[in-house]
């Protein structure tokens, strides 16, 4: 049975729209400040009212961008419990990558999206930030069509870094992103395809073996019509 809201699942992970019974998770999420440590926003997600105020806003951006979003995402719970439902783990999120002056100057076009995920931290280094990506890099260029997918981090988030080259993203630079001076990591289409049959792990030694972004398709070049 489809669930309401699904947006995809794998054998680890179910990803599916954020409703107002969820505002108490996300609190929670955001209430440990190894989360909120390193974040490009400041919203205060752990306190109540804004937790609410944020997945009651989130119903009305999944109508108006369709196949866009920041989902829920549940993991499989232990053997012998109930299998009915997941655990919360954190959120994955494809939201439009907004070409601003010098993200601009970086490549980034209109239409263009952004991957990102926020997990709990019983969760880091499990590889489900990995799974997640996966499945959301799938979606984004497989059923949206979409010319890049962006990841942007605090230049001190190390682990996040990682993560990008693992899931194929070249660093395209430094640009500002809500204020703050963040690095810029970009995938085109083309270049996802050709790494369908890497593993994460080779597509890390493939990227610290090149210093140099690695797609051979110009993210300078405008966006066709």
């Known amino acids: 049975m489809t669930r309401p809201g699904l947006i995809c699942r794998s ?3 179910l990803l599916r729209e954020f409703t107002p019974a969820d505002a108490a998770d996300v609190q929670a999420l955001h209430a440990d400040p190894r989360v909120r440590a390193l974040l490009p926003d400041e919203q205060p997600l752990h306190e109540p009212r804004w937790a609410a105020n944020f997945v009651a806003c989130l119903a009305d951006f999944y109508r ?5 979003g920041i989902w829920r995402c549940d993991v499989p719970l232990a053997s ?5 439902h997941g ?11 907004h070409p601003g002056a010098d993200a601009s100057a970086l490549g980034v076009c209109g239409g263009d999206v952004e ?7 019983l969760h880091w280094g499990s590889g489900l930030s990995l799974a997640g990506g996966e499945l959301l890099l799938r979606h984004a260029f ?7 997918v962006w990841g942007v981090c605090h230049p001190d988030n190390h682990p996040a870094r990682a993560c990008l080259a693992a899931l194929g993203f070249a660093p395209q630079g430094q640009a500002l ?5 963040s690095d810029h ?16 792990r080779e597509r890390l030694r493939r990227h610290r073996r090149s210093a140099v972004p690695s797609s051979s398709h110009p993210l300078t070049e405008p966006a066709h019509p």
Not at 87 to 97: D, E, I, K, T
């Open 142 to 148: 497989e059923r949206l069509r979409v010319r890049a």
């Open 80 to 84: 012998g419990q109930d299998s009915s």
């Open 177 to 181: 992103y809500e204020g703050q001076p």
């Open 64 to 68: 108006r961008h369709e196949g866009l």
């Open 87 to 97: 655990a919360f783990a954190g959120w994955f999120s494809l939201m439009p990558m």
């Open 11 to 13: 054998e680890r992970l």
């Open 185 to 200: 990591h970009a995938l085109v289409a083309a270049d996802w395809a050709d790494l369908q049959p890497l593993s994460h």
């Open 115 to 121: 991957l990102g995920s926020r997990l709990l931290p």
